[in-house]
């Protein structure tokens, strides 16, 4: 998703570029071409691993920025072409892409949560069941216990490989906002070693660029809808500022209550 996101930006700024020239150079051409086959092969890969469900393969859907796209990489008389669209236009065309695939994303993330309280949900429930049998079905619900253990752990290290690996800043925080986790992007971004940023709240990056009323609207809309999505300004820790767009998330857990945020 992070590489369809980046192939997708470029992608605008580039047509953009030529929307303001009027032209486009063979290199630009070349370039574009590259990225149009590298989104349909990222957007394949992710349909041959997710089910049938409309919000995934909204993404293999051609719209009318993938048409003009491709006409203007097949049109022998470019200029032509890029008077049938405007930079405003084009521009608002491909974020809608980029929106529709932070959408996506956040479906993935759910199913991933979603399915994690079910197989902890199935567990409890059998070991539940093989406590009560007999000695024998003791043992095997010992057995079960300890797979289920060893699968649990599987997961975990498989969740630590992705934060570890991913290129974006991750900040997991208990309900009451202290950080409880960060991974490897976090410290070359922020400048604080995990061992500095744990137990403390997010407002260590606080640039002062944003006044009172900004955070409140954000936690209010945090609060009513689970989600917070735009750009901040934060300071790492030498005190260079940076500006960074931020998704935030609450996780709740099957009673509704908030237990994270990310």
Same mark, same amino acid.
């Given at each position: ?10 992608e605008r700024e580039l047509v953009s570029v030529a929307l303001v ?7 630009? %051409? ?52 890029? %008077?049938?669209m405007s930079p405003g236009d084009w521009f608002s065309l491909r ?10 994303? #956040? $479906? ?20 539940? $069941? ?19 253990? $060893? ?6 290290? %498989? ?58 609207e954000l936690w209010e809309s945090l609060q009513a809808h689970d ?6 300004? #934060?300071? $790492? ?22 237990? #994270?945020?990310?």
């Amino acid at each position: 998703m992070n590489r369809l996101r980046e192939s997708v930006g470029k992608e605008r700024e580039l047509v953009s570029v030529a929307l303001v020239n009027r032209s486009l150079t063979e290199d630009q %051409l070349r370039q574009l071409t590259n990225l149009a086959g590298q989104q349909q092969t990222l957007i394949t890969g992710l349909l041959s691993q997710t089910d049938a469900s409309n919000i995934y393969h909204k993404l293999k859907t051609k719209t009318s920025a993938e048409g003009f796209r491709n006409q203007l990489i097949s049109a022998p008389d470019k200029p032509a072409v890029l %008077l049938d669209m405007s930079p405003g236009d084009w521009f608002s065309l491909r974020t809608e892409r980029l929106d529709q695939i932070s959408e996506v994303e #956040n $479906r993935l993330s759910q199913d991933v949560l979603d399915a994690t309280h079910t197989l902890l949900d199935d567990a409890r429930q059998d070991l539940w $069941r093989y406590l009560t049998v007999s000695s024998l079905m003791l043992l095997a619900g010992a057995i079960l216990t300890f797979l289920l253990f $060893r699968q649990i752990q599987s997961g975990l290290l %498989l969740t630590h490989a992705v934060l570890k690996h991913t290129h974006d800043r991750i900040t997991l925080t208990d309900a009451r906002a202290r950080i409880i986790e960060v991974n490897n992007a976090f410290e070359r971004v922020s400048g604080y070693q995990r061992s500095e940023a744990l137990g403390r709240n997010p407002s260590i990056l606080n640039s002062g660029h944003q006044d009172n009323s900004f955070y409140r609207e954000l936690w209010e809309s945090l609060q009513a809808h689970d989600k917070w999505q735009g750009e901040i300004w #934060n300071r $790492r820790k030498n005190g260079e500022l940076f500006a960074e767009l931020t998704t935030i998330n609450a996780v709740r857990d099957k009673h509704g209550v908030v237990r #994270n945020y990310v």
